[in-house]
Each structure stands twice: as C-alpha cells, then as structure tokens.
C-alpha cells in the first residue's frame, strides 16, 4: 500500500531555511494533491500548504512568503523549503495524501512525521 | 481565515460511555468538515469526512452529524484504544484550518 516518508535535518538554526522531503512509496505521486501539515509540540494541527502533481500550489497566507513547496515526479517525492525560520517554526512536519471529494477534500493518508527543532 | 471551535478541549469518560464532541465554525461550511483521531506519537488518523461519511475501517461506533456551522462527533461506547486527541477541520475554503483538539481522556 502506499506509504509516506518525511525525512529532514532534525535541527536548524534561527534564520536558515529548513528543507524536508517527503517520499512516496507503493504508488504513484502522480493524479494526487499532496500537502504539508505541521504540530508544534504539545499544539495543534497548522495546515502548510498544498501541491498538485502537476507542480501547482496553493500555501498558507500566513507563510506564503517564505515558502516553497515542489513536486519531482521522477522520484515520486515532494518538497518544503522554509526561509528564515524562527522559534515558532519547531514543529513536528508530516506529508499527506489528499483525496478529492465532488465537494472537498480529506487528508487521507499521513507519513509518521518528521520533528524540526529550531535552535542555535 | 474560518476559526474553528471545539469542545470540551478535554473530557474524562469512562470505557462504554457515551461521548459527544462539537466543532463549530466561524462561517457557513455546508458538510465540508472533516473528523480526524491523534494518538500520543502518531500521525492523525481520518475517521469522518464530509461530516457525517465514515472512512473505510472505522468502527461504527464513530458517528459525525452536522451542517452550516455546527457539527458533532459522538462516539457511541468508549473502547479503551479511543482515548485520544481529536481534531476538526474544514475544506471549505483556504487556507484549511482545524480546531484546537478536543482531547478524551480516561
């Protein structure tokens, strides 16, 4: 079945960019939107952003200008770069599949997650 | 952004009891609203969507209702692996938001 894998840095420091990858494994990345969700320890769930396989985005107002997310379809992974990240930004990240409903949409499919710690 | 709300934000039940979770949101979002379940280390899990739809594997004792802004979660007879964190979410609009988790305690 299809399986999802964040993997990352672990730890970065104040103002670098933070870069995660999330491999798609047991199907295609293909035909799906993707997105990224984000759990500061101890809080809730903040929705990233998403990406279609296609290459289109659309990203959290709240962290559109320092965002990135991309698809590579020939390594059927997908992307997220964070520029000048803070504090705030330590977080445990996880990938999703998104299932597309007639009238919206579910996180279907989640990765384990991977936990990003901001820190000099 | 739609703000959603849920409550209690915690609650101690017992094994077998009735459990009743609600999320409302700040706007009308039809049936666009999803129910997912956290356990401690783990990733969240979809147990309902469009409001009221169980996901495939869910046990029946999960139920959603609700439309426009207020929707509930009723979990029929507690099992001991339901203990958990739950969380809301709408896919109205942009950008998708959740509730703040309403966590259910023993």
């Known amino acids: 079945q299809v399986q999802l894998q964040e993997s990352g840095p672990g730890l970065v420091r104040p103002s670098e960019t933070l870069s995660l990858t999330c491999i798609v494994s047991?199907?295609?990345?293909?035909?799906?939107?993707w997105s990224w969700i984000r759990q500061p320890p101890g809080k809730g769930l903040e929705w990233i952003g998403y990406?279609?396989?296609?290459?289109?985005?659309n990203y959290n107002p709240s962290l559109k200008s320092r965002l990135t997310i991309s698809v590579d379809t020939s390594k059927n992974q997908l992307s997220l770069k964070l520029r000048s990240v803070t504090a705030a930004d330590t977080a445990m990240y996880y990938c999703?599949?998104?299932?597309?409903?007639?009238?919206?949409?579910?996180?279907?499919?989640w990765g384990q997650g991977t936990l990003v710690t901001v820190s000099s | 952004d739609i703000q959603m709300t849920q409550s209690p934000s915690s609650l101690s039940a017992s094994v077998g009891d009735r459990v009743t979770i609600t999320c409302r949101a700040s706007?009308?979002?039809?049936?666009?609203l999803n129910w997912y379940q956290q356990k401690p280390g783990k990733a969240p899990k979809l147990l309902i969507y469009?409001?009221?739809t169980l996901q495939s594997g869910v046990p029946s004792r999960f139920s959603g209702s609700g439309s426009g802004t207020d929707f509930t979660l009723t979990i029929r007879s507690l099992q001991p692996e339901d203990f958990a964190t739950y969380y809301c979410?709408?896919?109205?609009?942009?950008?998708?938001?959740f509730g703040q988790g309403s966590k259910v305690e023993i």
């Open positions: 999703a599949r998104v299932t597309t409903l007639t009238y919206g949409e579910y996180f279907h499919l």
């Open positions: 047991g199907g295609s990345i293909s035909s799906y939107y």
């Open positions: 990406i279609y396989y296609s290459g289109s985005t």
């Open positions: 706007q009308i979002i039809s049936t666009y």
């Open positions: 469009s409001a009221s």
């Open positions: 979410q709408q896919s109205y609009s942009s950008p998708r938001t």
